[in-house]
């Protein structure tokens, strides 16, 4: 196919968001899902079936409502993790305008906390879904850091190491998510832990994502429409 013929057939897809992306074949994944992975999976999806998210209600935002879609957006799927994992200690990375960050706190454990990170405050965003009262109790707080630069998880090493579950929803530049996961891999994350990545069919995801090692599932029927990936960090590929 020529570049001429690619152009005409991506403008004929009727969509309001398009993106380029790549299929590749899987009998050469480096990565297989775990038997744990698996049941996680099933499980969530089977509870974001029913999931309702009034944390959203009444909020100031006039963002699009991308949190009404599901399947094709991951705010009820991440809602659903919270509530299968029932994790004490979250992490996202990316904190943008907030909708993912109240997806992860809406279930979240009496005794359980949010970190969300990012390189800008939160009510920096014009259209930020987050109020002051979202962090007066303190289990939800954000950290103003760059978690991908070398050595720049260091001083949240412990934060990372009790973490359950990270998600991690970056700029997809190509460069980001890949010096996350480098970052990741010098910590002794728990035994358990989920590491959430959104965006992996993005054309400057597919590469990163393929190179993933641990156990891992493309969960993107059920998720993000654009890439939602699921990694059982010390998981071993028993399917």
Known sequence: MTLDELNRKFAEVPARHKEVSIIASMDDEPARPSRRLMDIALQAVSVAIDVALPIYEGRASKEPHWFDTWPGEHYRLLAALVRTLK????????????????????????SGTLTTFDLLAWNSFADTWLAPADFSEGRVRQVLHDISTPGGIEPHRALFESADLIFVDGPKDGRTEADILVNLSTLNLSRNVVVVFDDIRVVNMIDIWRRVAQPKLDLTSFGHWSGTGLIDWNGTSDL
């Open 87 to 110: 994790p004490k200690t979250v992490i996202e990375i990316g904190t943008f305008t907030g909708m993912g960050t109240l997806a992860l706190a809406q279930d979240l454990q009496p």
